[in-house]
Structure formats: C-alpha cells, structure tokens
C-alpha cells in the first residue's frame, strides 16, 4: 500500500494527538504528591526517610505490572520492601490518582 504525503501527515498527527491524551501530567502529580504528603518522606533522587523515587523505578523496571503494584502500595502503605521505617496508606485516594502517582514515580517524579 502506498501512501501519499497528506496521508503521512494526517497519521502522523493522529498518533501525536494521541499520545498527548495519554501523556502523564508530571505537574499536577508532583501537586497530588506534596498534597498527600509523599514529599515528606520522598524525593526524586535521594533517600529521605523513604526510599528515592528514581530507585523506586529502577526497582520495578521492566516489570509489566509496576504500575498497579506501586499503585496498590501507595494505597495500602506498609513496610519491609526498602526497609523497616512503615509508609503510611492513601486509603483516601482515587483510583486514577493513584495511577498518576504511580506512573509519575515509575518515570523518575520528572518536574515536567
């Protein structure tokens, strides 16, 4: 099949509005972050009193279901993965709130 260049372009837009609609909003995560107080006991790229968010990736890349794991630890708190000091639960959280947090601290908390 061969296609002319107003087809390319047309695709090639659609794929970009798409992948824009799916694009993780690093801002308001960072926001929802500091609002639930993860920043208290996160960052980025240092060990707080939690673990570095940039190890918490590392930590599960490659895995196909990081998301949802680090999702329901978010929700469900707990202790024992990156030591004995407990991180306390989000129960209050939305289900898509946690999806945002999750994949935010999967991409390394990016400020944009």
């Not at 296609?3 to 690093?26: E, N």
């Not at 680090?70 to 004995?84: E, M």
């Not at 407990?86 to 944009?112: F, I, N, S, T, Y």
Request: hydrophobic share 50%; glycine share 8%.
């Amino acid at each position: 099949m061969k296609m002319d260049f107003k087809q390319v372009v047309l695709a090639a837009a659609a794929l970009l509005i798409t992948a824009g609609a799916h694009a993780m909003d690093a801002a308001a995560a960072k926001a929802l972050a500091s609002k639930s107080a993860c920043l208290a006991c996160h960052a980025a790229d240092k060990k707080l009193v939690g673990p570095a968010y940039k190890d918490v990736a590392a930590k599960h890349k490659g895995q196909a279901n990081a998301e949802a794991t680090v999702a329901a630890r978010i929700k469900s708190g707990g202790s024992g993965l990156y030591g004995p000091v407990p991180m306390p639960p989000q129960p209050a959280l939305k289900d898509d709130e946690l999806k945002l947090l999750a994949a935010w601290v999967l991409a390394g908390a990016p400020d944009k």
